[in-house]
Structures are given as structure tokens and as C-alpha cells.
């Protein structure tokens, strides 16, 4: 069946740096994209980025764009995000998503499979 | 850039049948995507393009669009339906995945 199984929460400090895993099974890891999705406490969800299956394609929120970086490693099965800068806003659970569209050069938003989370709290 | 807005809260008798609804200009371009979150869980998604439902979801759950608005029907709600639900679309300017803010769905 399919898994998602993000790692790496935790507590980082203002302007540090941290990197998320997303570890994928269950599915052809190779033929879909990826998406990381975020939610504030008490908030709502919160699109962060997204790659495509080939890795070639990445779109970022605005709100993480040039300080988040979303990478794919096939040979892991893994999905990445590296947080650079985080601020406190940044403080949120953060899900990993399997995008449904197979073989998709662009990321669709339709995401059907989701892993647990992982907490991640920035604060000095 | 484009958003998705829904109602904060909703409520519904036992039994009944309730709609929530999605509103947003992205959504005459694109179907709209409708996820189930209760307390603590991850989100699971239960209606996906024109009308459709992913295994294991029960057909109580419906999807149906009039211009800009996007809606999910649970005809029949039970007590296990009580959660969030959210939409989501996409922007077709830069192709950015959107969430609307959320539907808090209450079973009396």
C-alpha cells in the first residue's frame, strides 16, 4: 500500500537551517510528483511546494520561495525540504503529499495519498 | 494570485443532507479537490475532478459545480463526518496549488 513517512521535525532556531525527509513505498516513486503541505496550529492547510516526478519541475508558495528548497532523490525514494531562514511563521506540521497525476511534467493539485507529519516549531 | 474561499462552519442533523461549498474564479478552469482532516490526523481526500471518489470513500460523499463554486454534498451525514474540509484548485497563472481556508463541519 502506499506510504508516506516524513522525518526530521523538530525545534530550530530563527535563521538556522532544516531538512525534512519524505520517505515514499507502496508505488512507483518515479512516475509521481511530490508535494509538501503545511499547517499552522489552529490554522488551515497551507500548500508550501511541489516537484514533478522527473524532478525537472519545482513551484514554491511565495511565502517560501527562495528559502525552501524541494528536492527528489529516485534511488531513496525520497522527497526533501530544505528550510533555510525560518521564521517563526514557519512553525507549522508539515505533510508530504503524493501528487495523483502520474507522469506529469507539471504538478497537479490533486494529492491522494498523505503521510502523518512532522512537527516543525522555530523559536529561539 | 488567486484564491479559494469557503464558509468557516458549518452544521447538519443526523442524517440529513449538507453541502460546503468553494468559491473562487480558478475554479472555472479547474474542478476542484475536497479533503477530509479530523483532530489530529492527516488529510484524506474524498472527491477529485468532476465527481469523483477515491476508494474506500462512501458514496454519501458527492461533488457538483455551478460557474465559480465548487460543492461537496454529504447526503446522509453521520457522526464520523464531523471534521474539516477543505478545497482546493489550482491558479492557473503560475500553475501554484491553492487551499481554501477550511469548513468546519458539526453533526448535531
Known amino acids: 500500500q502506499v506510504q508516506l513517512v516524513e522525518s526530521g521535525g523538530g525545534v530550530v532556531q530563527p535563521g538556522r537551517s532544516l531538512r525534512l525527509s519524505c520517505a515514499a513505498s507502496?508505488?512507483?516513486?518515479?512516475?509521481?510528483?511530490t508535494h509538501w503541505v503545511r499547517q499552522a496550529p489552529g490554522k488551515g492547510l497551507e500548500w508550501v511546494a511541489a516537484v514533478s516526478y522527473d524532478g525537472k519541475n519545482k513551484l514554491y508558495a511565495d511565502s517560501v520561495k527562495g528559502r525552501f528548497t524541494i528536492s527528489r532523490d529516485t534511488s531513496e525514494t525520497t522527497v526533501y525540504l530544505q528550510m533555510n531562514s525560518p521564521t517563526a511563521g514557519d512553525t507549522a506540521v508539515y505533510y508530504c503529499?503524493?501528487?495523483?497525476?502520474?507522469?506529469?511534467?507539471?504538478?497537479?493539485?490533486?494529492?491522494?495519498?498523505w503521510g502523518q507529519g512532522t512537527q516543525v516549531t522555530v523559536s529561539s | 494570485s488567486s484564491e479559494v474561499t469557503q464558509d468557516p462552519a458549518v452544521s447538519v442533523a443526523l442524517g440529513q443532507t449538507v453541502r460546503i461549498t468553494c468559491q473562487g474564479d480558478?475554479?472555472?478552469?479547474?474542478?476542484a479537490s475536497w479533503y477530509q482532516q479530523k483532530p489530529g490526523q492527516a488529510p484524506i481526500l474524498v472527491i477529485y475532478g468532476k465527481n469523483n471518489r477515491p476508494s474506500g470513500i462512501p458514496d454519501r460523499f458527492s461533488g457538483s459545480y455551478s460557474g465559480s463554486t465548487a460543492s461537496l454534498t454529504i447526503t446522509g451525514a453521520q457522526a464520523e463526518d464531523e471534521a474539516d474540509y477543505y478545497c482546493?484548485?489550482?491558479?492557473?497563472?503560475?500553475?501554484?496549488?491553492?487551499f481554501g481556508g477550511g469548513t468546519k463541519l458539526t453533526v448535531l
Open positions: 482546493n484548485s489550482r491558479d492557473s497563472s503560475d500553475n501554484h496549488v491553492l
Open positions: 480558478s475554479l472555472r478552469g479547474y474542478y
Open positions: 507502496g508505488f512507483i516513486f518515479s512516475s509521481y510528483g
Open positions: 503529499a503524493r501528487d495523483s497525476w502520474r507522469l506529469a511534467l507539471t504538478p497537479s493539485y490533486i494529492l491522494d495519498y
